[in-house]
């Protein structure tokens, strides 16, 4: 399968920073990555969606000014948390779409915890 | 309003046997359908993709697809103790204006006693 990376795993900060989270894909171009949000025992939640080189697409009650989201290049998109609240505490989840033909598949990093203090 | 439904579970199953795990979902226009595994504290992995009607085999994973019915299913065979995850299903549909979206379910979780 295709690789996705998360950059960092886990990271914990104080209340009012900003966080920035990483989401690359190895082996292949993904035009489009789709960021995610988990909390405990919860389904996965769609936060954004990041097209290459255009404004991401944020779902309902996403605030876009909040979740900052770049799309630089065909492999990296970036998440920045910012002014992070203990609320925004969560594993946040990247994916990326893999075009194989005419068929494109998601692929999953492997999550970054957040803790805000 | 696009919904995937799935059984919550858990899902007890003894080593050896066969786990079936079932999905429905409410787009009759969905075209792709996904089961990802994932362990806890951890991301999804993709396991099975199926498009079209009827059964689809990989390994020990068999997805089956019956569109008329909206439903979409997942069998184990021979399961293992490492099979024990939270199992979910995603389904593709579209969102206009050339874009798609990808559902999930609330995921079933699946325990293998040994």
């Known amino acids: 399968g295709a690789v996705v990376s998360q950059h960092p795993s886990r990271v914990i900060c104080k209340s009012g920073t900003s966080v920035k989270i990483e989401c690359r894909s190895l082996?292949?171009?993904?035009?489009?990555m789709f960021w995610y949000r988990q909390f405990p025992k919860q389904s996965l939640m769609l936060m954004a969606t990041s097209n290459e080189g255009s404004k991401a697409t944020y779902e309902q009650g996403v605030e876009k000014d909040k979740f900052l989201i770049n799309h630089a290049s065909l492999t990296l998109s970036t998440l920045t948390v910012t002014s992070a609240h203990p609320e925004d505490s969560s594993f946040y989840i990247c994916?990326?779409?893999?075009?194989?033909?005419?068929?494109?598949?998601?692929?999953f990093g492997p999550g970054t915890r957040l803790t805000v203090l | 309003q696009k919904e995937v439904e799935q059984n919550s579970g858990p899902l007890s199953v003894p080593e050896g046997a066969i786990a079936s795990l079932n999905c429905t979902y409410s787009?009759?226009?969905?075209?792709?359908f996904f089961w990802y595994r994932q362990y806890s504290g951890k991301s999804p992995e993709l396991i099975m993709s199926?498009?079209?009607?009827g059964d689809k085999e990989d390994g020990r994973f068999t997805a089956q697809l019956n569109k008329a019915s909206q439903y979409v299913s997942l069998l184990i065979r021979d399961s293992q103790p490492s099979d024990s995850a939270t199992y979910l299903c995603a389904v593709k549909s579209p969102k206009g204006a050339g874009s798609y979206q990808l559902t999930f379910g609330k995921g079933t979780k699946l325990s293998v006693i040994p």
């Open positions: 787009d009759r226009v969905s075209q792709s």
């Open positions: 994916s990326a779409t893999r075009l194989t033909g005419y068929r494109d598949t998601q692929y």
């Open positions: 199926i498009y079209s009607n």
């Open positions: 082996d292949f171009q993904a035009t489009t």
